[in-house]
């Protein structure tokens, strides 16, 4: 299948810092999607990306189509504790069929904020 | 209402055993999804139902059998399972299988012993 390469694998950073992760595909995407999973929960969505280029912010939030549609970045600015957990990055084709090929999934960004 | 709804929460059960899983969804949404997650690792595709037609089966085991009675609702049977098949399973739904805004349930953890 589709291979997403997402850094950093994990990051530990004091709270109030800004944080940055990035995928990478060799493949072109035509959306690009960051969800966050909590402890114990499902993926929650937090940002959606349908063109190249297009840079998208949801309060602390910022994220970024890249131009090529091969990568997306997201920054977290100003972290407070509530941002712990992992961040998966996901890329999704469109299908031959004329559906949807399923999202694909980055390996997630573990973030660890020490008070 | 905005809730994707899973079934039990968690499940233990033996390799001889049948058992389902349940998913429920009053958004209207056409399209439902069942993933499958282990330990820090991301979800992983087993099934996409559109309009109440399975239309992806990602190669999954025939232990596995999805059902979608109605556009509501999704069940994952389970039959003859593996310890290795010890997970968490994730439904999600979305307006179509156009969108990959997926809604996710909070899982139900399951135990193969």
């Known amino acids: 299948g589709q291979q997403l390469n997402q850094s950093p694998q994990s990051m530990f950073i004091q709270e109030g810092e800004d944080v940055s992760m990035n995928c990478t595909s060799s493949s072109i995407f035509n959306t690009w999607l960051w969800y966050k999973q909590d402890p114990g929960e499902g993926p929650v969505l937090l940002i959606a990306l349908y063109k190249a280029g297009e840079l998208t912010s949801n309060g602390r939030l910022t994220a970024q189509f890249g131009i090529t549609r091969k990568d997306s970045f997201l920054n977290i600015s100003a972290s407070i504790p509530s941002d712990v957990g992992i961040y998966f990055c996901?890329?999704?084709?469109?299908?031959?069929?004329?559906?949807?090929?399923?999202?694909?999934f980055g390996k997630g960004t573990h973030l660890i904020i020490q008070p | 209402d905005t809730e994707v709804t899973q079934t039990p929460k968690h499940l233990v059960m033996g390799m001889t055993n049948k058992k389902s899983l349940k998913c429920e969804q009053h958004?209207?949404?056409?399209?439902m999804y069942w993933y499958k997650q282990k330990a820090k690792k991301p979800p992983e595709l087993m099934f996409v139902y559109s309009y109440e037609k399975l239309s992806i089966n990602e190669s999954v085991p025939s232990r596995f059998s999805p059902e979608c009675p109605n556009s509501s609702l999704l069940n994952l049977h389970l039959h003859a399972l593996q310890p290795e098949d010890s997970a968490l399973y994730l439904c999600?739904?979305?307006?179509?299988?156009?969108?990959?805004?997926?809604?996710f349930g909070e899982g139900s953890r399951l135990t193969v012993l």
């Open positions: 996901a890329g999704q084709r469109l299908g031959s069929g004329g559906g949807a090929d399923g999202l694909t």
């Open positions: 999600a739904s979305s307006l179509s299988d156009w969108t990959g805004e997926l809604f």
């Open positions: 958004m209207g949404h056409r399209a």
